[in-house]
């Protein structure tokens, strides 16, 4: 089995900023992309940032210059460091790998359990 655990979620007022983490654990050969996503209520999940095995990290538009992704491959996290964090951004934030159990083993999506972001004054 493998469980990927976020924390660092919470309320932060508008302009601040927050760090999320998330670790992978359990049967893993190998993480390919990881990133993070999230959905706000009433509307669909969204990419937010993702990073490849060798530290290549994409955005959404609407967070690039705020938010910054990172990872350790050998303590097999990711990370999201928000800043200037707005209103729009308050979400429900979910850790995604692409992960391989085994040599001959396909790629399979895992997801975390999610952790709330809230942005309010």
């Known amino acids: 089995q493998v469980q990927l655990v976020e924390s660092g979620g919470g309320l932060v007022q508008p302009g601040g900023s927050l760090r999320l983490s998330c670790v992978a654990s359990g049967s893993i050969f190998s993480i390919n992309d990881m990133g993070w996503y999230r959905q706000a209520p009433g509307k669909q999940r969204e990419l937010v940032a993702v990073?490849?095995?060798?530290?290549?990290?994409n955005y959404a538009d609407s967070v690039k210059g705020r938010f910054t992704i990172s990872r350790d491959n050998a303590k097999k996290t990711v990370s999201l460091q928000m800043s200037s964090l707005k209103p729009e951004d308050m979400a429900v934030y979910y850790c995604n790998a692409d992960i391989r159990t085994g040599t001959m083993r396909p790629r399979t999506s895992y997801w975390g359990q999610g952790t709330q972001v809230t942005v309010s004054s």
């Open positions: 990073i490849s095995s060798g530290g290549f990290a």
